[in-house]
């Protein structure tokens, strides 16, 4: 195998290059592999890895018969994929987000606040609501949000990653941006006077995308890529 040093520079990487890496295992499972950016990024997002204000990542349980996993969400009786967003009120949430971390104070946060839910990778399917109840004695591990319904489209679906996060709701706490000129570094004025929670999708997908996001103050901010990409950014 040639050193790794040897090999050309890629000055404009694409979603679906492959990196070298190692699997982390024992022995022989220590093979040298190929990985997707693509798959690094999910990764990255579905483990919530990367730190967002105000939003955290659960994974859809449908099939809850040997008991609830960490870092799920569930409804009380299981089942639900296919289950239209409308007919989403209660959601049995984990006290562990999808990476492992206990969040169990910091979600205790969201009672009485205006909420977006929305499937990472697919955000068409998505409600906004205000969370009217938390039962925090649902479950050892676990907590019953209960919701009141604002606005909602698509559907639910099992094993998917869902990000929970805080909704301002109103005309001025919401910011689309869109970034037609392909740039690695997207400069955003909002005027929404807070620093907001950032989504970014890749053209001609919902998927998210990675980036570094600088808070100049509470009526501009800065994402930055590893590559440049036109998209939009979708601001709460």
């Known amino acids: 195998m040639a050193r790794i040093s040897t090999?050309?520079?890629?000055?404009?990487?694409?979603?679906?290059?492959?990196?070298?890496?190692?699997?982390?295992?024992?022995?022989?499972?220590q093979k040298?592999?190929?990985?997707?950016?693509?798959?690094?990024?999910?990764?990255?997002?579905?483990?919530?890895?990367?730190?967002?204000?105000d939003q955290v990542i659960?994974?859809?349980?449908?099939?809850?018969?040997?008991?609830?996993e960490h870092g799920t969400i569930s409804l009380e009786g299981g089942?639900?994929?296919?289950?239209?967003?409308?007919?989403?009120?209660?959601?049995?949430?984990?006290?562990?987000?999808?990476?492992?971390?206990?969040i169990a104070d910091y979600i205790k946060t969201f009672l009485s606040k205006e909420l977006i839910i929305a499937e990472m990778g697919n955000i068409n399917n998505f409600v906004t609501c205000k969370l009217v109840g938390l039962d925090n004695n649902f479950a050892p591990g676990f907590y019953k949000?209960?919701?009141?319904?604002?606005?909602?489209?698509?559907?639910?679906?099992?094993?998917?990653?869902?990000?929970?996060?805080?909704?301002g709701g109103q005309g001025d706490k919401f910011f689309e941006y869109p970034q037609a000129q392909a740039s690695a570094f997207w400069?955003?004025?909002?005027?929404?006077?807070?620093?907001?929670?950032?989504?970014?999708?890749?053209?001609?997908?919902?998927?998210?995308?990675?980036g570094k996001v600088t808070y100049?103050?509470?009526?501009?901010?800065?994402?930055?890529f590893n590559a440049a990409f036109s998209g939009k950014a979708y601001l709460n």
Not at 7 to 27: R, S
């Open 216 to 224: 100049i103050d509470n009526n501009n901010l800065t994402i930055t």
């Open 145 to 167: 949000f209960s919701f009141f319904m604002n606005e909602s489209n698509g559907f639910i679906n099992k094993e998917k990653h869902y990000i929970i996060g805080e909704f």
């Open 7 to 29: 090999y050309a520079l890629d000055a404009k990487p694409e979603i679906n290059d492959k990196v070298i890496g190692t699997d982390n295992g024992i022995g022989e499972a």
């Open 187 to 210: 400069q955003i004025q909002h005027d929404l006077n807070k620093k907001p929670s950032v989504t970014v999708s890749a053209p001609f997908s919902d998927e998210e995308v990675v």
């Open 32 to 53: 040298t592999k190929n990985y997707s950016l693509r798959e690094v990024m999910a990764l990255f997002n579905e483990r919530n890895l990367v730190a967002v204000a």
């Open 58 to 68: 659960f994974k859809f349980q449908d099939d809850i018969t040997e008991g609830r």
């Open 79 to 102: 089942g639900g994929h296919g289950l239209p967003m409308t007919d989403l009120f209660d959601l049995i949430v984990s006290t562990k987000n999808s990476g492992d971390i206990i």
